[in-house]
């Protein structure tokens, strides 16, 4: 009895088991579902830097870069050093009036520092104490068209007003000077002047002043620098500064490009 129930019951086992193999086998046989794609590696693009934007006035310059292409008084050595303040002729001469109607503005100009029309962006006032000069060097604010406007106008002052008289707001009368200045060929555009103011005070004491004046346009920039003493101005200061000047600017200006 035991051995006619025990190939039934192995057959059902094996039934079974080939069941459970076929299972097996349509269980590997089946289509497993779809890997999701991964993402490829990206790699960290770095955001160019923005272009610098230009100022009003057309300078593409930023404020510290404006204020490194001032000149210092290591550019024109000893013994030129750092200011006191407004040189006490500023007042006493430079502040007159004429009817010399044309020449009051040039007047006007000097006094106030604005030969370029307007006020400095940035500006160093340097002293030389052996000659009582003093040297005033600034980088403009003004459009390149603007620059070169004043610079014409610079340009006809020794023809409209080569002589002529002011009176101060003491009542000096001077007798005013100008005469057209050589400068560097540096920059694009560029002119000097030199401007001699003979005075006789109340009590009968001579004064003569003596200003240089230099407006150097380098592209969208510009500088002017008035380099003033009583008696004579050392005209190589003028001429180093208008030169270092002009340099440092364009370097500058090339530095600010290269890092765009």
Not at 207 to 227: H, K, P, Q
Request: aromatic content about 4%.
């Amino acid at each position: 009895m035991i051995d006619a129930i025990r190939p039934r019951g192995l057959r059902s086992w094996l039934t079974v088991a080939g069941l459970l193999g076929l299972g097996g086998c349509a269980a590997l046989g089946l289509k497993q579902p779809a890997t999701a794609p991964q993402p490829l590696p990206t790699i960290d693009r770095q955001t160019p830097a923005p272009k610098p934007t230009a100022r009003a006035d057309g300078s593409t310059l930023t404020d510290e870069q404006a204020q490194a292409a001032l000149i210092t008084q290591t550019d024109l050595g000893a013994p030129w050093t750092a200011t006191d303040g407004a040189a006490t002729w500023r007042d006493g001469l430079l502040k007159a009036t004429t009817e010399a109607g044309a020449c009051q503005p040039l007047l006007d100009a000097l006094y106030s520092d604005e030969l370029l029309g307007g006020p400095a962006r940035v500006a160093i006032g340097l002293d030389d104490t052996d000659n009582d000069a003093q040297l005033r060097y600034q980088i403009a604010a003004r459009r390149p068209s603007d620059v070169d406007a004043a610079l014409t106008w610079l340009a006809s002052m020794p023809a409209q007003c080569a002589r002529f008289t002011a009176t101060t707001e003491l009542g000096v009368m001077e007798d005013v000077q100008v005469t057209d200045a050589p400068l560097p060929e540096v920059g694009d555009a560029r002119q000097g002047l030199r401007v001699s103011i003979d005075a006789v005070t109340t009590d009968g004491q001579e004064a003569l002043l003596s200003l240089e004046v230099a407006a150097v346009r380098v592209s969208a920039d510009a500088f002017v620098l008035t380099n003033g003493g009583l008696g004579d101005v050392p005209n190589d200061a003028t001429q180093a500064a208008v030169q270092v000047g002009a340099l440092r600017l364009a370097d500058i200006r090339r530095q600010g490009h290269a890092q765009v």
